[in-house]
C-alpha cells in the first residue's frame, strides 16, 4: 500500500515511517518544508491548515496516518480544522482508510488539548471513510523530554495521586502499522504501557537513571484534567499493550549475545546503531509537539 503519513517529522512519524517501510508499504510523508526523497520516503509538501498541497498529495493513496497535532499549546489548530480539511480533500480523493492518533482518555476526559483530539476523533469517525483511531498513553519519550525540562531545579514537585502509563513510541508505531496493514477497523482502540507509576515512582526512577539528587516535594496539581488522570480516566487495561517499561526505556538493559560474535559486533557505519540521536524542532506544526525523537527500539 502507499501510505501518506502527517506528522511524519514528529516523534511517533519517526517511528512510524520506518515500522511501515519494514512491513512493505510505499510511504509518502507530508510536511511544510520542501524536502528531498530520501531512504526510500517520498516527500512532499503541503500544509493542512491552508490545505494547499494537501489534494495533490493524496493522489494515488491507499491509506493516511494521521499523526499532525496541534500539542498542547496549540489551541487545536491542527487537531480539527487541520483535520477537517484533511478528510474532505481525502474523500473527494476517494481514499478508503485514514488511522487517527488520538490519547487515551480523549472520549473520557474532554477537557484542555483533549477536548480538541475528541473533536478530530468525531469527524473521523463520520467522514463517510473507512477509519481506525488508535489512542496511546503519554509516551516515555514525552515524560523524559518533560522532566528534563526540570532537571535544573533545586527540587520537584510531585503529585503522588497521579497514575502514569508511559508507553515506547516505538511499540504505539508497531501497532499503528500493524491496524493500517489490516484495514479499518471502523472503532477506537486504546493503546497502553505495561505497567501504571505515580509520578514519585515515576520521577525517582528518572533521577536515577540520570544520576541526579533532588528532593520531591509534595503538591496537588489543579484542574478538571488532572482531576480525570488522578481518577484513572487517561490510563487503559486494553490487550495487547507495550512491553517496555520506563525503567527499561531509561536504562535499556544489556543485550543478549549471541553465538554468533562477529554478528553481535561488527556494525555498519551507516547503521542506525552508530548514529547520534538528532533533536529536531518539535515547535513547529507537524512535528507532535512536546514529544522528542523516539529512542529505537
Not at 31 to 55: A, C, Y
Not at 175 to 196: D, H, V
Amino acid at each position: 500500500m502507499r501510505i501518506l503519513v502527517t506528522g511524519a517529522t514528529g516523534t511517533l512519524g519517526g517511528a512510524l515511517v520506518p515500522a511501515l517501510l519494514k512491513a512493505g508499504h510505499e510511504v509518502r510523508a507530508l510536511s511544510r518544508t520542501k524536502r528531498d526523497d530520501r531512504g526510500n520516503v517520498e516527500w512532499v509538501w503541503g500544509d493542512l491548515i491552508s490545505g494547499n498541497g494537501v489534494r495533490e498529495a493524496l493522489g494515488g493513496v491507499d491509506a493516511i496516518a494521521h499523526l499532525a497535532t496541534s500539542g498542547r499549546k496549540g489551541r487545536g489548530a491542527v487537531d480539527v480544522p487541520g483535520t477537517r480539511t484533511l478528510l474532505i480533500l481525502a474523500r473527494a480523493a476517494g481514499v478508503p482508510h485514514v488511522l487517527f492518533t488520538s490519547m487515551a482518555g480523549a472520549d473520557r476526559a474532554p477537557y484542555g488539548h483533549l477536548r480538541h483530539k475528541l473533536q478530530a476523533e468525531r469527524m473521523v469517525a463520520e467522514s463517510g471513510l473507512g477509519w481506525t483511531i488508535l489512542r496511546a498513553t503519554p509516551f516515555h519519550q514525552w515524560l523524559n523530554r518533560r522532566l528534563s525540562d526540570y532537571a535544573s531545579l533545586p527540587a520537584l514537585a510531585v503529585d503522588r495521586s497521579l497514575p502514569w502509563q508511559p508507553v515506547h513510541t516505538g511499540e504505539v508505531a508497531t501497532r499503528a502499522a500493524a491496524l493500517l496493514s489490516a484495514g479499518p477497523a471502523n472503532r477506537a482502540i486504546e493503546y497502553g504501557g505495561p505497567q501504571i507509576l505515580n509520578t514519585e515512582d515515576l520521577v525517582r526512577t528518572w533521577l536515577r537513571a540520570r544520576g541526579l539528587r533532588r528532593p520531591c516535594l509534595s503538591v496537588r496539581y489543579p484542574g478538571r484534567l488532572y482531576g480525570a488522570q488522578r481518577a484513572g480516566l487517561l490510563t487503559t487495561d486494553a490487550a495487547p499493550k507495550g512491553e517496555i517499561s520506563w525503567h527499561d526505556y531509561l536504562v535499556p538493559p544489556a543485550p543478549v549475545l549471541s553465538d554468533d560474535f562477529a554478528s553481535e559486533h561488527t556494525a555498519s557505519p551507516t547503521s542506525p546503531a552508530t548514529q547520534p540521536e538528532q533533536d529536531p524542532d518539535l515547535r513547529v506544526y507537524g512535528g507532535d509537539e512536546g514529544y522528542e525523537r523516539p529512542t529505537r527500539s
